[in-house]
């Protein structure tokens, strides 16, 4: 068990790293500023450097830490409502199918931008039901939705990739949702991915007992007076719509909604009561610590934080699988 | 009606084609232990799963003390019935008092305790009831299989109903656990007055431990009564399809099941 010192502990030291990383990244780059001149330009009076910075790098860096507490959430939630340790929202499609919804929205009807995340969510949505239908016979195996996941995840990445490369991608916004590249962001799409992104959060934090329920038997759940069905689609168009947000506005990032609840349950346990408050910390840190990884490993030029995760998450999903392997016999 | 706790008048199911009940009519007196016996495919499984609401009759109704249980919310449902299932898991860190805890889940009144002192009192009575308050920091995951079996029991105490249905709880244990929990059922009716209806796969602690027995075959009621009076070597071969003796022990049937 995971004593209460231990999980204060997680919440402080990750919360310490998460904002000396802030100070890291926004000196990440061309332009330097100490955390003095950062306060005083920010603060007391005007200044170049600090102004240049807080246009171009803070909305990247709110941006990134929204979008991975959200990811990270939606993999919490995910996980609990079909009772699948490996169920990451990248991994299984939904976030192809957000990205594709986003990318279109982007191409043809850029006066809807801000209501992107809203199409990005029924894409989401259409890909989880899709992967949900096709992987149901009389219950759901783990190993199937992630086999049937990967399937559609490719065709929407697919059909995304050729609308990219077709030229019907007028503007560079759209090749960066498809690359995941979280660049070139202002303070509108950190608005946007914000108010989005809090309605999600805040919905999870308010269906965290039920989370807990869920990992009980269904029946021994439904004695508990949870009706299982109906709350697991609940949480599951919860975990979607978190989602589809932060694809909407920074391209589909695989495995990160599998790393950092699987880290989570190691440093504070299962009960979502904390699973999630702490999942929103360590998300930020990771996607923000991936951009920035990203942005500084070869620059000039920048690596997207989706092809960081890749690289990392690649080869732990692979220890996951065969970890889960003598778990599930199949 | 006024002293049964369970009325079904009329069920009917049918798993696709296949048939289980037409027509059944049965009733289940309050206050007392009962346990539904049976062989394999005899139906019993599926009448306890029709009354715990896990499956819907495709005809007549099972009745609550008068009311409808297919109009009753879940959550209604759970604080007058409490079941324990057959299978259960848990998260490999929680602990006992927090899965006891679980219990009190139907009197939460939007995402929030309604009343935490009571619910802090009924969690210690559960606890304490199936002599689980020593380990109450621990996690389940650490208990042997019959502590833990009592555990799933705390946690259906706390609900507070009067009514506590158990699926085969004997099953997977060894004989030491499975009368430890058979008296601890015996107990909960003895002393908190509650109504028992269980499953049970072992005739004669079927016979020992309740007030009154019901055999299922073919998905009809057999037999229903006290042991004693119904209990005969002809009822087994028609329950079970194969002849056993029942000699006497202390006034009470015993089935030699060898």
């Known amino acids: 068990m995971v004593s209460p010192l231990r999980k204060a502990a997680a919440f402080v030291v990750t919360a310490v790293a998460l904002v000396a990383l802030f100070l890291v990244a926004v000196n990440a780059g061309s332009l330097q500023v100490t955390p003095e001149q950062l306060f005083n330009g920010l603060f007391v009076a005007y200044d170049d450097t600090v102004s240049t910075i807080y246009d171009l790098r803070f909305p990247r860096i709110f941006i990134a830490m929204v979008g991975g507490a959200a990811t990270a959430v939606s993999g919490v939630l995910l996980q609990a409502a079909i009772r699948n340790p490996l169920a990451d929202p990248g991994i299984i499609g939904i976030s192809s199918g957000a990205s594709l919804a986003a990318v279109l929205v982007t191409g043809f009807f850029p006066a809807l931008l801000f209501f992107t995340p809203v199409f990005a969510f029924a894409g989401g949505l259409i890909a989880f039901l899709l992967v949900y239908s096709l992987s149901w016979r009389g219950g759901l195996s783990p190993l199937r939705i992630i086999l049937v996941g990967v399937a559609v995840s490719t065709m929407f990445t697919g059909i995304m990739s050729a609308f990219s490369s077709s030229g019907g991608a007028t503007s560079s916004s759209v090749t960066s949702l498809v690359d995941a590249n979280i660049t070139m962001k202002t303070w509108d799409d950190f608005q946007t991915i914000a108010i989005y992104g809090a309605i999600g959060l805040v919905i999870a934090l308010l269906v965290t007992k039920r989370c807990d329920l869920l990992a009980l038997e269904d029946k021994t759940a439904r004695s508990l007076g949870v009706d299982v069905n109906k709350n697991r689609m609940f949480i599951s168009a919860v975990a979607v719509l978190l989602a589809s947000v932060s694809t909407a506005i920074i391209g589909p990032i695989s495995f990160l909604g599998l790393i950092v609840p699987h880290v989570a349950r190691l440093l504070v346990g299962t009960s979502h009561k904390v699973l999630v408050p702490y999942s929103v910390v360590l998300g930020a840190f990771c996607l923000l610590l991936a951009d920035t990884i990203g942005r500084t490993i070869a620059a000039p030029y920048e690596i997207s934080a989706a092809v960081i995760m890749s690289i990392v998450g690649g080869p732990v999903f692979i220890l996951l699988l065969r970890k889960a392997r003598s778990s599930y016999g199949e | ?258």
Do not use: C
């Open chain 2, 1 to 258: 009606m006024a002293n049964n706790v369970f009325t079904i008048s009329g069920l009917s199911f049918a798993y696709g084609q296949k048939r289980i009940f037409e027509g059944l009519d049965l009733s289940l007196r309050e206050g007392v232990v009962t346990t539904l016996i049976g062989a394999n495919g005899s139906g019993k499984s599926t009448l306890f799963n029709l009354m715990t609401k896990n499956l819907k009759p495709s005809a007549g109704s099972v009745f609550l003390r008068g009311g409808d249980v297919g109009l009753l919310r879940l959550r209604d449902f759970a604080k007058l019935v409490a079941i324990v299932h057959q299978r259960n898991t848990a998260p490999a860190d929680l602990s006992v008092e927090k899965l006891v805890e679980y219990g009190r889940f139907p009197y939460r009144a939007l995402g929030r305790r309604a009343d935490a002192a009571e619910d802090e009192r009924m969690v210690k009575w559960a606890l304490e009831t199936t002599g689980l308050a020593e380990f109450a920091r621990q996690s389940v995951s650490s208990l042997s299989g019959g502590q833990a079996q009592r555990v799933w029991i705390a946690m259906a105490l706390a609900q507070g109903s009067k009514v506590l249905l158990l699926d085969e709880p004997t099953t997977y244990l060894d004989v030491r656990y499975q009368l430890d929990i058979l008296r601890l059922v015996r107990r909960l009716n003895e002393e908190f007055g509650m109504t028992i209806v269980m499953v049970l796969h072992d005739i004669n602690q079927a016979l020992h431990y309740s007030d009154e027995v019901v055999a299922l075959a073919d998905g009809r009621i057999v037999a229903q009564g006290a042991p004693e009076r119904i209990v005969t070597s002809e009822l087994l071969e028609q329950v079970y399809g194969i002849s056993l003796r029942v000699v006497d022990v202390d006034g009470k049937p015993f089935v030699l099941e060898v």
